[in-house]
């Protein structure tokens, strides 16, 4: 469904044990079994990672996720530029949206690093 209401699906990925610390980190009453059933009952990483267009990796510091989220700003840039010079939309169109989901993604990537500390 996310694919038909979307035009392009980025998730920010991190490995279990990532997850694991930070979720304990902003949750201290949670037990370390709690915090496992709140991940186990999310939709696999995997799965996610299958369902998306791009991927960025949340496993590192801030800079390294900065770094990711360059990379893919790139690849959408092209993969929209490739797009609106076939389909007629004004490339500026496509950036303007595109820098609305770019705050988006790094605002939620500041939360996560500030709990990773």
Not at 17 to 43: F, H, T, V
């Amino acid at each position: 469904l996310l694919q038909y209401l979307f035009g392009t699906i980025v998730i920010v990925a991190t490995d279990k044990d990532a997850q694991l610390k930070r979720l304990k980190k902003r949750n201290p009453e949670l037990s370390e079994g709690e915090c496992r059933d709140r991940i186990s009952s999310q939709m696999p990483m995997v799965t996610k990672i299958q369902m998306s267009d791009l991927v960025i990796q949340n496993n590192g510091t801030l800079n390294e996720a900065q770094t990711n989220i360059d990379k893919a700003a790139a690849k959408m840039l092209d993969k929209h530029n490739n797009w609106s010079s076939r389909v007629g939309i004004p490339l500026w169109m496509l950036l303007y949206v595109f820098l609305i989901q770019a705050m988006v993604v790094g605002e939620m990537l500041v939360r996560v690093a500030n709990y990773n500390d």
